[in-house]
């Protein structure tokens, strides 16, 4: 059975991906990162679904790199988290730096040392806009490193990466994901605030899947 280690943000798209390779028989692992972000109410999501799922899950501490990755609005709290549906003006504002790059290399440097064969993560389309590092382009260029980075190859596996959310919504649901313990807005607060693009994104994922959507919102 393959051995696979997911990045887990406790969101909608990393826990459908958790089930999605568990109900495919993947001997799973799972890995978070506290890079310092905003929303870091996320990883309590992320430990609370992977002790119900019974998996093991790894939290690392790198919040410190918040002192090289300003310049917007999920590591600078000082700035204000856009409001509205994402766009090419707005996306940027919420862009970290690198993030995936980042944390792949953290998801693969564990497989290697634990002799697992991949890593995955939740990466999917936008229905307007796509975060850079989560286009197609950018996971097939990181399999591609990750075979080649050290003496024992690695697969990165981005099933989700040409779906909406929507599509993750709907497998999600047939999969039996409990949404309501998932976490997607950015402001991080006890509830999801209804109006960050994020939050608009997973209202419209849930809508576009025919899916009640189970989020205690603030707006």
Same mark, same amino acid.
């Given at each position: 059975?393959?051995?696979?280690?997911?990045?887990?943000?406790?969101?909608?798209?990393?826990?459908?991906?958790?089930?999605?390779?568990?109900?495919?028989?993947?001997?799973?692992?799972?890995?978070?990162?506290?890079?310092?972000?905003?929303?870091?109410?996320?990883?309590?999501?992320?430990?609370?679904?992977?002790?119900?799922?019974?998996?093991?899950?790894?939290?690392?501490?790198?919040?410190?790199?918040?002192?090289?990755?300003?310049?917007?609005?999920?590591?600078?709290?000082?700035?204000?988290?856009?409001?509205?549906?994402?766009?090419?003006?707005?996306?940027?504002?919420?862009?970290?730096?690198?993030?995936?790059?980042?944390?792949?290399?953290?998801?693969?440097?564990?497989?290697?040392?634990?002799?697992?064969?991949?890593?995955?993560?939740?990466? +999917?389309? %936008?229905?307007?806009? #796509?975060?850079? /590092?989560? @286009?197609?382009? &950018?996971? =097939? !260029?990181?399999?591609?490193?990750?075979?080649?980075?050290?003496?024992?190859?690695?697969?990165?596996?981005?099933?989700?990466?040409?779906?909406?959310?929507?599509?993750?919504?709907?497998?999600?649901?047939?999969?039996?994901?409990?949404?309501?313990?998932?976490?997607?807005?950015?402001?991080?607060?006890?509830? +999801?605030? %209804?109006?960050?693009? #994020?939050?608009? /994104?997973? @209202?419209?994922? &849930?809508? =576009? !899947?025919?899916?009640?959507?189970?989020?205690?919102?603030?707006?």
């Amino acid at each position: 059975m393959p051995r696979t280690v997911v990045i887990m943000s406790g969101g909608i798209d990393s826990t459908t991906l958790l089930y999605e390779l568990i109900a495919a028989g993947h001997i799973v692992k799972a890995l978070s990162v506290n890079y310092g972000q905003r929303h870091c109410r996320e990883l309590e999501a992320a430990a609370h679904l992977c002790t119900t799922l019974a998996i093991e899950h790894q939290q690392i501490e790198l919040s410190a790199t918040r002192e090289l990755f300003g310049g917007n609005s999920l590591m600078d709290f000082a700035a204000p988290i856009p409001a509205g549906e994402y766009s090419a003006t707005t996306m940027p504002q919420t862009t970290v730096p690198n993030r995936n790059m980042l944390l792949l290399s953290l998801a693969i440097g564990w497989a290697i040392s634990i002799d697992y064969e991949g890593v995955a993560f939740g990466a +999917h389309a %936008g229905t307007t806009v #796509t975060y850079p /590092d989560c @286009r197609p382009e &950018f996971a =097939a !260029a990181m399999h591609q490193a990750a075979l080649l980075c050290d003496w024992q190859p690695i697969a990165v596996l981005a099933p989700f990466v040409t779906w909406t959310k929507g599509d993750v919504v709907r497998r999600g649901a047939s999969l039996g994901v409990p949404f309501e313990w998932t976490w997607s807005c950015y402001q991080g607060r006890e509830r +999801h605030c %209804g109006i960050c693009g #994020t939050c608009i /994104d997973r @209202r419209r994922a &849930f809508i =576009a !899947a025919g899916v009640p959507d189970p989020t205690d919102y603030e707006s």
